[in-house]
């Protein structure tokens, strides 16, 4: 069974500073997707980011950006220049590349934004 | 709707009722799944469709636990006999065709289920 791992339960930052958010997993699968997901008080989880395995190269979507090493199966958050708008829980995930699979979560890290 | 909906958005029960839980996903997506989410803890898959065949239930944690989608767009999620321990946030996510490559899933805002 795939399992995802966040050690890092909180994390906080200054607002415009640079934080990363610690992801590990583990597979047996060679092709697969990696996920991170934010998820703001009010509940509604909302995707950031995502990675295909098959990628050598690391997603990026503006200020968000990743930094995934397949061997060491590990799949870490960068976020940039962070805003207040940032603060929220972040879950990693992993799922199957059969097509639509059920997510794997982590536990999850509490960002906090300090002005 | 633009998004994925769900209803009640929160739900208090006794020891021992039936509760049901609605997901009304985004128009004309194929996938819908559910997951239970207990406090301070990630997500957990509960139970995957596609249309209205289920394809996938080996999240449900037992067989008080019944999940359906009749004509392949609202689903409902059954729980009977309810316990305290299945008191959790039930979250429905829905994905489209094309996501079948990608798998990007979109959620709802959860239905909040407390038993007393």
């Known amino acids: 069974a795939q399992t995802v791992t966040q050690s890092q339960p909180e994390m906080s930052v200054q607002e415009a500073e640079t934080v990363t958010l610690s992801c590990t997993y583990d597979?047996?699968?060679?092709?697969?997707?990696l996920f991170w997901y934010k998820q703001p008080p009010s509940r509604q989880m909302i995707l950031v980011i995502r990675?295909?395995?098959?990628?050598?190269q690391n997603a990026t979507e503006n200020r968000f950006s990743v930094n995934f090493q397949k061997a060491a199966k590990s799949f870490s958050l960068k976020i940039s220049d962070s805003q207040l708008g940032d603060a929220a829980m972040y879950f990693c995930a992993y799922s199957g590349g059969g097509g639509a699979d059920g997510l794997t979560f982590g536990k999850g890290t509490h960002l906090i934004i300090q002005p | 709707g633009a998004g994925v909906s769900q209803s009640p958005r929160y739900k208090v029960a006794k020891r021992g009722q039936d509760v049901a839980l609605r997901c009304d996903p985004i128009?004309?997506?194929?996938?819908l799944f559910w997951y239970q989410q207990a406090l301070g803890q990630g997500p957990e898959f509960l139970t995957y469709f596609q249309n209205e065949a289920q394809l996938d239930k080996s999240g449900l944690p037992s067989d008080r636990f019944f999940a359906e989608r009749p004509e392949g767009s609202v689903s409902t999620l059954k729980i009977q006999r309810t316990q305290q321990e299945d008191s959790a946030v039930y979250l429905c996510?829905?994905?489209?065709?094309?996501?079948?490559?990608?798998?990007?899933?979109?959620f709802g805002p959860g239905t909040r289920l407390t038993v007393l």
């Open positions: 996510a829905s994905s489209s065709q094309e996501s079948l490559f990608n798998n990007e899933q979109f």
């Open positions: 128009s004309g997506h194929v996938s």
């Open positions: 597979t047996s699968e060679s092709d697969y997707y």
């Open positions: 990675q295909e395995a098959y990628k050598q």
